[in-house]
């Protein structure tokens, strides 16, 4: 298995952050692409978000794990769905509120859980001692599948938006799928929730011991 020196490669060189930076240029293109040109939005969201996969195999496969990378590979995630939201939010104005919500609440659990993550000193973000968190990060299938359920949810929505699709007693093919993956996306909310009260519970304790020290 390859295995690269860290010392033999710059960090901004490294296989996955590379990956990253195409991920960013597609899901740009994306935002440039949502209001008018469906189809290449699509396209090129989806291959951004596919190659979320690759980056992780390649920080495996190559030993080039990084803070930069991590972070880099979070934020791509939370602005690429938040630049999608912010879309939708003009598709679907009666809906204004529940997708700015579900925005706020995903930018802000994963920031505070990444930022937890860091001032703890753990070497990655999907390492924690909270259950359900556990098994979000440790079981990749239930990962994967949350994380694609989701995607589709906010995908599905946009495409029915310009393509609904046939219709059966006044419901769309597309808007009867954004119905069935709907719930993943409820889901993966409720565990947003998880991952912003846990990072805020870590951070407290991390304050804790800081004043006990002080104290001493």
């Known amino acids: 298995m390859p295995n690269s020196s860290p010392s033999s490669i ?5 296989y996955p952050n590379l990956i990253g930076y195409a991920r960013i240029v597609l899901a740009l293109l994306s935002m440039w692409w949502f ?9 090129s969201y989806s291959v951004s978000a596919a190659l979320d996969a690759f980056d992780g195999w390649a920080a495996r496969t190559f030993n080039q794990s990084s803070r930069l990378g991590a972070m880099l590979d979070q934020l791509t995630d939370r602005c690429a769905l938040l630049s999608l939201v912010m879309t939708l939010c003009v598709l679907y104005p009666s809906y204004q509120f529940f997708f700015q919500f579900s925005a706020v609440l995903d930018m802000s659990s994963h920031w505070l859980h990444l930022h937890a993550t860091d001032l703890s000193g ?3 973000h999907k390492q924690s001692s909270n259950a359900i968190l556990n098994l979000y990060y440790t079981s990749r299938p239930f990962l994967g599948f949350m994380c694609a359920g989701n995607e589709a949810f906010y995908l599905l929505m946009y495409i029915a938006a310009f393509f609904p699709g046939p219709s059966l007693f006044s419901i769309s093919l597309m808007g009867f799928l954004s119905f069935l993956a709907f719930p993943i996306a409820l889901l993966k909310s409720a565990i947003s929730v998880v991952h912003l009260c846990t990072a805020a519970v870590d951070v407290v304790e991390m304050d804790e011991r800081a004043r006990a020290l002080k104290s001493q």
């Open 122 to 124: 753990k070497n990655t």
């Open 35 to 43: 209001p008018s040109s469906p189809g290449k939005a699509m396209l």
């Open 10 to 14: 710059p960090v901004w060189l490294f």
